[in-house]
């Protein structure tokens, strides 16, 4: 479930990552200090699993389930996974195609024939992103509800009023409106409701035991609450799970997910015929896949966004290696970049752990930055404020998010890769993100 919350641009779908070389073994104290490193600077909070030829190999918590309680993350903390849903869904999609219940081909009208275009949206186009229905988590209106409790008929409303966004088949847009529907889909079909499909189709059969549809977190069930750092751990907002469905509603945990997509490609969950249609890219969608390349090899898998959560599920068949993070601590260093870091040191690649070197800058001299920014190159304007000690920036329809001072006049929020440098006496800011730099002038 992509819940946008990160600035400026869209965290990428495609994970970026050095040129890697399987190896045998791997220096295990270097991949411990990285992650305590992230946890000691309060970088991130949350749990790593790699498995390899079907056995765990390195695992590891950081930080808190219950910040507020103080309740340490381990190895059974069960965590959203967002997007990651999507995988479930979509094997539950193929299972029913498999077993001659559902029709790839067949028209969405089938199901639903109030959503725009039913009648041309295929089964299969929604699997891959080519519907063309629109995307709700997108708009304005989506932060005034998410936390509301919503049944499919009103969901089913939402969707119908975003209408369609191209011509199905003509292009691929990643939308959560193609799985919440899919998930409505596989409870018609199995006549059972998503929860009690996911556990008979899915769990029992990769033995998940602690994979499920996710509702308000219980500290008592060793469920996660997620948190953005902002001068200590600041609780985020909980989307009430009826929404996100299919789309994005499971909980679990890394070593669930590891297990998950094991089953998976060994033919356990649903065919390798099957598999190899999943796996097939159009416009850089499968069918509820990302490839994740690199060098000469190729990772499967997908990556999830809901509230503070953040995640990324993994599978290179070459080496037979799943990984699997979940996190509940939003700060500046990116789930893209912790894998990044910790499959370089799974690899024996060459890798510096970050020292996460910031200065300390009064709240008097915050001061010398605030104000609205636009810009000539860019149709949106940055609101720069301060919260306490810590300076804020907010785009124009997005969340605001921290900033951490790296040098004079120079901050950076590294899960977006953006920098921000200022000239306070010309009243300028300069954004620097991915390889652009874009020119601001305060109003």
């Excluded at 050095?18 to 200090?33: G, R, V």
């Excluded at 995988?87 to 029709?103: N, S, Y």
């Amino acid at each position: 479930m992509k819940k946008t919350h990160r600035p400026i641009i869209a965290i990428a779908a495609t994970l970026l990552l050095h040129s890697l070389s399987y190896a045998q073994s791997f220096n295990q104290a270097k991949m411990d200090s990285l992650f305590s490193a992230l946890e000691s600077k309060d970088k991130a909070m949350g749990s790593i699993c790699i498995r390899q030829n079907g056995k765990e190999i390195y695992r590891r918590s950081m930080g808190y389930s219950f910040a507020d309680l103080q309740k340490k993350a381990g190895a059974s903390t069960k965590y959203r996974i967002g997007s990651i849903t999507k995988m479930f869904t979509a094997t539950m999609v193929l299972q029913l195609a498999e077993e001659k219940k559902i029709d790839l081909a067949a028209p969405l009208a089938r199901y639903f024939s109030r959503v725009p275009n039913a009648a041309k949206i295929t089964i299969r186009q929604m699997l891959q992103h080519h519907s063309g229905i629109h995307n709700f988590t997108d708009d304005e209106a989506y932060q005034g509800y998410m936390q509301q409790t919503k049944s499919e008929a009103e969901m089913l409303d939402i969707i119908v009023k975003g209408g369609s966004d191209f011509e199905p088949g003509t292009k691929g847009a990643y939308s959560n409106a193609n799985y919440v529907l899919l998930g409505y889909i596989v409870e018609k079909v199995t006549k059972k409701p998503y929860a009690k499909a996911l556990q008979e189709r899915v769990c029992s059969k990769a033995g998940l035991k602690n994979t499920y549809m996710g509702g308000k977190a219980e500290a008592a069930k060793d469920e996660s609450r997620s948190y953005e750092y902002r001068n200590g751990w600041q609780l985020m907002p909980e989307t009430d799970m009826s929404i996100p469905g299919g789309a994005g509603g499971i909980v679990s945990t890394p070593g669930d997910l590891g297990l998950f997509i094991e089953a998976l490609f060994a033919g356990k969950l649903i065919s390798i015929a099957s598999l190899e249609l999943m796996k097939t890219m159009q416009d850089d969608y499968g069918l509820g896949m990302f490839v994740f390349p690199f060098d000469d090899k190729r990772a499967y898998g997908h990556n999830g966004g809901i509230d503070g959560f953040s995640s990324l599920l993994g599978y290179i068949p070459a080496d037979k290696l799943a990984f699997a993070y979940c996190g509940n601590g939003s700060s500046s260093f990116s789930t893209n970049d912790i894998a990044i870091g910790a499959l370089s040191i799974l690899y024996n690649k060459p890798y510096v752990i970050p020292a996460f070197n910031t200065i300390t800058v009064s709240t008097e001299q915050l001061d010398r930055y605030t104000g609205t920014y636009s810009s000539k190159q860019l149709p949106l304007k940055i609101t720069i404020s301060k919260e306490g000690a810590t300076l804020v920036a907010q785009a124009t329809g997005q969340s605001a998010f921290p900033l951490e001072a790296t040098a004079t006049d120079q901050f950076r929020f590294d899960a977006a890769g953006i920098v921000l440098e200022f000239k306070p006496d010309q009243k300028e800011m300069t954004l620097k993100q991915g390889g652009g730099t874009f020119l601001f002038t305060r109003e």
